[in-house]
């Protein structure tokens, strides 16, 4: 059974949510604002975060940084706000995923179980470690070392750069990284992997203008190459 942490204010709204959750077989802890839910966090194992934007104590951004600063566990946003800089502003700061109110519960216990699916990655057949020069990506053990040292990444950096890494050499599409990796293929999520690809680029010691490992291949996509590949350069 999965813990989901549900965050919301409105007493009614959160009683019904829970309910519904339950129904499905989740173990609901439901909490009124950001900092009960911050404790929550931090005291037990979190599957996943339910959170609302219109929070009394912290404003719904300021809850999802804080989140984000101690967990990479799933976060689905609950919000009024429809518009698109607004979801894109959500995603880029670390959303897994949103519901626009009003929703129904049977919307919520949807997108609550494929949230959980993608979050239980299914691992590759072959299982060891992939090796690209001094990089190292286990798969199987969510681990990547560069030259000896772990690398500090969050859930979906570690996605995207185990997705990128089994498809060694071979340009990857924002539309299947959108797809394979963020699992939503009907959205544009351009600046989001954008995004994702200069923090893993950071991570790995290099930029978009000195790339090592990841090369954008413009107008295609981005492909993870060997170091010494020389044909790498795009």
């Known amino acids: 059974m999965s813990l989901v942490l ?3 204010d409105d007493h009614a709204v959160r ?16 909490v009124g604002s950001a900092l009960d839910a911050l404790r929550t966090i931090t005291d037990d194992h979190v599957d996943l975060v339910v ?3 219109g929070l009394p104590d912290l404003d719904g951004f300021e ?10 566990v799933p976060v689905i946003i609950a919000t009024a706000r429809r518009d698109e800089p607004t979801i894109v502003r959500l995603l880029n700061a670390g959303a897994d995923d949103y ?5 129904s519960t049977e919307h919520l216990t949807a997108r609550v179980a494929a949230v959980l699916r993608r979050s239980r990655t299914v691992e590759p057949a072959d ?3 992939v090796r690209i020069d001094e990089l190292q990506v286990d798969v199987a053990r969510r681990e990547a070392t560069l030259a000896g040292t772990p690398l500090t990444l969050t859930r979906r950096e570690f996605d995207l ?11 990857v599409s924002k539309s299947e990284l959108c797809r394979e990796v963020w699992k939503q293929p009907n959205l544009r999520l351009d600046q989001t992997i954008d995004v994702h690809l200069s923090w893993l680029r950071r991570k790995l010691g290099e930029s978009a203008s000195a790339p ?6 413009r107008g295609v996509g981005v492909k993870l190459v060997e170091p010494c590949d020389s044909s790498s350069s795009a």
Do not use: N
Request: aromatic share 6%; no cysteine; charged share 20%.
């Open 212 to 217: 090592k490992y990841l090369h954008t291949v």
């Open 99 to 103: 519901l626009v109110k009003p929703f």
């Open 127 to 129: 299982e060891s470690p």
């Open 51 to 53: 959170l609302d934007l």
């Open 6 to 8: 549900l965050v919301e």
């Open 161 to 171: 750069l185990a997705y990128l890494a089994t498809h060694l050499g071979r340009v």
């Open 15 to 30: 009683t019904a949510m829970a309910g519904a959750l339950r129904s499905h077989g989740h173990v609901v802890q439901p």
């Open 63 to 72: 809850a999802l940084r804080l989140v984000r600063g101690i967990t990479d």
